[in-house]
């Protein structure tokens, strides 16, 4: 249940990219980034920031330790190709639904926590802001990692339930049911926006 959203909160919106969001999803895509929308028109007619996040791995250390599934994206020769068709076949272009300005905050990360590594925290801090509303994919991988470096942080966090996915409906429900409620208060899309509406 979401009690509150601070006088100083932004929306963090996880890996809306089309790269990411061509693969499999436990809901339908196309319902989470309508809730996704709504909440920035919500946080734009508020005037608070919006943080507008993308993953670009290549590169990143953790591609080069010992996972199978990572071996091609950890091959030199496959990450030269990928740091050239990554662009060009839009892979790191947010969705369409989502509409983005020129005041937005863009950060692109290299892992799952969208702190480590950029300048979010020091951009958050800079105007003041106590608060988070979280959105996006995945929800155990994107959504999560950033939520628990949030915390460590000293955020406080609201979760827009209906307004993220992940590839697997177990992985999803995990963090809904046994992550999220310790870090953070989660409610739907209308719950965050009815508490933007009369925050303090």
Known sequence: MITAIDKNTALVMIDLQKGILKRQSAHPINEVLEKASSLADAFRSAELPIVVVTVNPLGASWLRSR???????????AQTIL??????????????DIKTQSTDIFITKKT?????NTPLHDELQRLKVTGIVLCGVATSIGVEGTARAASELGYNI??????????????????????????????????????LRSRG
């Open 67 to 77: 996972k199978d599934e990572q071996r091609i994206m950890g091959n030199r020769l």
């Open 83 to 96: 740091n050239v068709a990554l662009p060009v076949t839009g892979f790191l272009d947010i969705a369409d």
């Open 112 to 116: 799952w926590n969208a702190f480590y």
């Open 158 to 195: 609201s979760f827009a339930t209906d307004a993220m996915t992940d590839s697997k409906a177990e992985a999803h429900e995990n963090s809904l049911r046994n992550i999220f409620p310790r870090i953070g208060e989660l409610g739907t899309t209308s719950d965050i926006i009815e508490k």
